[in-house]
C-alpha cells in the first residue's frame, strides 16, 4: 500500500468537507472506495461526475482498478468545472 494525498476541488471539496486528505491505497478504485466509506452521501454522488489526475497525469478512461498509486502522490479529484 502506498500513503499519498487526496486533493478534493470545488463541489468535491464541499462535499468531502475537506480540502485533502491522506491515502492509504494501492490504486485510485481503493483511495476512491475509501473516501465514498469516509464521506457516505454528497461525495459518492459528486465522485461519479469527476475526472482524475495521478501525479499530474490524466486518468481519462482507464479503469480506476488499474491506475496505480505511488508512495508520497496526489491525487487530484475535479469535478466538472463551468465558466468560460
Given at each position: ?17 475537506v ?46 482498478e ?19
Amino acid at each position: 500500500m502506498a500513503k499519498g494525498t487526496v486533493r478534493y476541488w470545488a463541489a468535491a471539496k464541499a462535499a468531502a468537507g475537506v480540502p485533502e486528505e491522506p491515502y492509504d491505497a494501492s490504486t485510485l478504485a481503493e483511495a476512491l472506495d475509501a473516501a465514498r466509506e469516509r464521506h457516505p452521501g454528497e461525495l459518492v454522488r459528486v465522485l461519479r461526475r469527476c475526472s482524475f489526475l495521478i501525479d499530474g497525469d490524466p486518468v481519462g478512461t482507464r479503469r480506476h482498478e488499474t491506475v496505480r498509486l505511488a508512495e508520497g502522490g496526489t491525487v487530484e479529484v475535479l469535478p466538472p468545472f463551468a465558466g468560460g
